[in-house]
Nanobody, 126 residues
């Protein structure tokens, strides 16, 4: 079992930055592709970004490309999402996700995600 705990959410003004962290316990993340998803009020959960278990490849939703950066530290068993140039439409609960032996692109298939965190709220004011 893998437990994922997100942190780093909060309230920020449009144009600002936040860095989310996802700390894993239970197993090493070395063999897991990791991703971030988000869910805004009244909307379905959507893919944001993902990273291959080796860290060698990443994948981003078009809506965040060029503004968000996903990274991982397998020694610390932690995944990060650096969010810059935030917009009000980025407001959502952000969830960390894990799937063993997956490619970064395979993380788009939400139904095949094995583990989820409980989420952290990001609110971007205009």
């Amino acid at each position: 079992q893998v437990q994922l705990v997100e942190s780093g959410g909060g309230l920020v003004q449009a144009g600002g930055s936040l860095r989310l962290s996802c700390a894993a316990s239970g197993r090493t993340l070395n063999n897991y592709a990791m991703g971030w998803f988000r869910q805004a009020p009244g909307k379905e959960r959507e893919f944001v970004a993902s990273i291959h278990w080796s860290g060698g490849s990443t994948y981003y939703a078009d809506s965040v490309k060029g503004r968000f950066t996903i990274s991982r530290d397998n020694v610390k068993n932690t995944v990060y999402l650096q969010m810059n140039s935030l917009k009000p439409e980025d407001t959502a609960v952000y969830y960390c996700a894990a799937r063993p032996w997956a490619t970064a692109e395979a993380m788009l298939v939400i139904n095949l995600i094995n583990y989820w965190g409980k989420g952290t709220l990001v609110t971007v004011s205009s």
